[in-house]
């Protein structure tokens, strides 16, 4: 009976134990992820108090780290000595500065250890002072502790799809190197879930530039995704390629368990609408909903520049997300005032007069129409920019408004751009570089099922888009140059060479993008002109002009702001001081992205070379204007070749007085130079006779 009794006892505390264990690991893996512990802080003066994590191989992180700040010489210190003590290093603050350390009150950072210094190489950290060499605090590093790192996993196998070993950067990210896949499998997704197999249980991974639609094509490239919102690799157990329709997976990787991966670092950005429904339209833009008919009560919040704006609003054609002929609300920010206004988009232009009439992206009260877009409120807190604004489903009577429908969905639209200066405080939207991929629909006013499929905002990845090398053009023998139209690359192509918004099309010259070109005073130039003839066209009629201001689009200026322009080319006034266009206006010939080319992932060519090469040419008949140029002594040392009718769209022309000095642009780009322009004239001759 008394073995019994002890057999009971001791089951029970086997059990207790076991709960305490399980209990122990669910507290654990519902803290934040930072990175593999090292331990805690020995205090030993100065209130020298926190936690210690590895993040990877060079870098530490303190949690919750105090110090008074009332040392005289006092560093974060490290060596590999047996213990702390002269024989060290410093080791540089949050700042990356290594200044005598200041006060700290329960504060979270990352300091990363001198150049060639790893996490492995320490047995010991400290807060030390040098002057007293008095150790404040410190902790040891046990031998053979390994710090996070890249792990790599299986690649992705599969007969629709293939990559190489698949690796997991950190807690949030994944990189598919060589994916390769055709585009063509219909509502295929990057998805991920829970589970021993992949399954309709899961949940959409946003691609690698953030968007939640279904995949376009891949040529073994490197693919970098994060997992949405707060979700980590932790809380998977597998990364596929999924069809939703048919509920199949492509290929997929297997995820292990507790990957010794470093931490993301990326931020985690909660919004609340505080309205019943919500879409996530892309990775930093979310809209949610209340409907109270003929009230209709709709919020833009998204994670965008401080330049930036959001676009929002019905398809210009119903079955269809198309930009052409929406209704949108363009949702900014100015400094601390918001703003809502109401633009039809009547062309793939900002808003300039056509033949007497306004088209392209209009505010509606441009048009003769009336702004149905009430503000009610408008914030930006912890890196969100969310502006909540009233309007009708019906139009009002305005004709360039679309009525929502009170009985079933609507296609909808969406972007985001950056905003331009147009005068002095006046801005409007510039063309935009992320928008509407798929065909998407709302029931604004289905209050019996509730859409919530929002997700936390998060911070980019710390990669930088370094804008590609365009040589510039420095011929002393050239004397004619051919200009044509041609998209803006993305980030890395006008706005990363330029620092300005972009128009959607932009001037080539001589099959670069917006070349910076050097011209010697005394010669005379031609340049042929092919930038669209037809003066009722808002998108493709460019006539070519040279200005010494560097944004275009003089026609759209007042008079006043004209008065202070100096057209040098391409341009005459009468005797009334009425322009007229000289010689600048030729036919259509522009580089289109091809039938499965995606101008929102322009900013994935690493070269222009690149980026040029997957570009077609299409010319419409007609002539070519002939425009020639004559810089003389009045002229600047920098002017600017523009479209007349739309600005962002040209760069800078350097006048010289002789080429004996060859500006110097750099040895790395000289070397590339010549092989990118023997490239691109062979695609040129090629692209021509194809057209």
Request: with cysteine; charged share 20%.
């Amino acid at each position: 009976m008394v073995i019994s009794m002890v057999n009971t006892v001791r089951g029970v505390l086997v059990g207790l134990i076991l709960v305490l264990g399980v209990t122990g690991q669910f507290d654990e893996e519902e803290k934040d992820y930072r990175g593999q512990f090292i331990g805690s802080l020995n205090s030993y003066h100065h209130q020298v108090s926190g936690d210690v994590f590895a993040v990877d191989a060079d870098t530490l992180l303190l949690q919750n780290f105090v110090y008074d700040g009332n040392g005289k010489d006092t560093f974060f210190w490290a060596g590999s000595s047996n213990r702390p003590g002269s024989k060290g290093f410093i080791v540089p603050d949050k700042s990356g500065r290594t200044n005598v350390l200041d006060r700290y009150l329960n504060e979270e950072f990352t300091i990363k250890l001198p150049s060639q210094k790893k996490i492995t190489d320490l047995k010991w950290f400290a807060v030390y002072d040098l002057t007293s060499q008095n150790n404040f605090g410190d902790i040891y590093i046990s031998e053979g502790f390994e710090p996070p790192g890249y792990q790599t996993l299986t690649d992705i196998p599969g007969d629709e799809v293939s990559s190489k070993a698949v690796i997991v950067m950190d807690s949030k990210t994944f990189k598919i190197p060589a994916f390769t896949y055709d585009g063509r499998g219909g509502e295929v997704y990057f998805y991920a879930g829970e589970g021993p197999q992949p399954s309709s249980k899961g949940f959409i991974v946003p691609d690698e530039l953030g968007y939640l639609a279904p995949l376009g094509k891949y040529e073994e490239q490197d693919v970098i995704l994060q997992m949405p919102g707060a979700k980590s690799i932790f809380q998977i157990d597998w990364l596929a390629v999924y069809n939703t329709d048919t509920k199949k997976s492509l290929g997929h990787v297997i995820i292990p368990e507790q990957l010794n991966v470093p931490p993301s670092l990326v931020d985690v950005m909660e919004h609340d609408p505080g309205l019943p429904n919500c879409m996530m339209l892309h990775k930093n833009l979310m809209v949610s909903w209340d409907s109270f008919p003929p009230q209709l009560t709709i919020q833009l919040a998204g994670h965008i520049g401080d330049d930036e704006y959001m676009a929002f609003g019905p398809s210009g054609e119903q079955g269809k997300s198309i930009m052409k002929g929406g209704d949108v609300a363009v949702a900014y920010m100015d400094e601390y005032l918001g703003h809502v206004e109401d633009y039809n988009l009547t062309a793939r232009a900002v808003c300039h007069s056509v033949l007497g009439q306004m088209g392209g992206a209009c505010n509606d009260q441009l048009l003769g129409g009336i702004s149905s877009n009430q503000m009610h409120s408008a914030t930006k807190k912890n890196g969100v920019t969310a502006i909540t604004y009233r309007k009708t489903f019906g139009t009002l009577g305005d004709e360039g408004d679309i009525a929502i429908p009170l009985d079933g969905p609507i296609s909808i639209i969406w972007a985001i751009g950056k905003m331009a200066e147009k005068a002095h405080r006046v801005k409007e939207p510039s063309f935009h570089h992320t928008y509407t991929r798929q065909h998407t629909q709302i029931a604004f006013n289905n209050n019996k099922e509730k859409i919530n499929n929002c997700f936390a905002f998060t911070t980019d990845r710390k990669e930088i888009l370094v804008p590609w090398h365009i040589p510039p053009i420095f011929d002393p023998t050239k004397r004619s140059f051919s200009a044509r139209l041609g998209p803006a690359g993305g980030k890395r192509g006008f706005s990363g060479k330029t620092g300005l918004p972009s128009s959607s099309m932009v001037w080539y010259i001589d099959g670069f993008l917006v070349p910076e070109l050097y011209l010697r005073r005394g010669l005379t130039y031609t340049f042929k002109v092919e930038g669209g003839g037809n003066p009722r066209s808002a998108e493709f009629y460019h006539p070519f002009v040279i200005t010494d201001e560097s944004i275009g689009g003089i026609a759209r200026l007042t008079d006043k702001q004209t008065s202070k322009i100096r057209v040098l080319a391409g341009l005459k006034f009468t005797r009334k001081q009425q322009p007229r266009l000289v010689n600048n206006v030729g036919r259509l010939c522009k580089w289109e992205h091809g039938e499965l080319g995606d101008r929102r992932r322009d900013d994935e060519f690493n070269s222009f070379a690149s980026f040029r090469n997957n570009l077609n040419m299409r010319c419409d008949e007609g002539d070519v204007a002939l425009l020639q140029v004559t810089p003389n002594v009045t002229w600047p040392d920098v002017v600017y070749y523009h479209s007349y009718t739309t600005p962002y769209m040209g760069w800078k022309i350097h006048i010289v007085d002789n080429f004996r000095r060859k500006p110097s642009f750099g040895s790395a780009n000289k070397a590339g130079t010549s092989c990118v322009m023997a490239g691109v004239v062979i695609v040129l001759v090629t692209g021509v006779w194809h057209s």
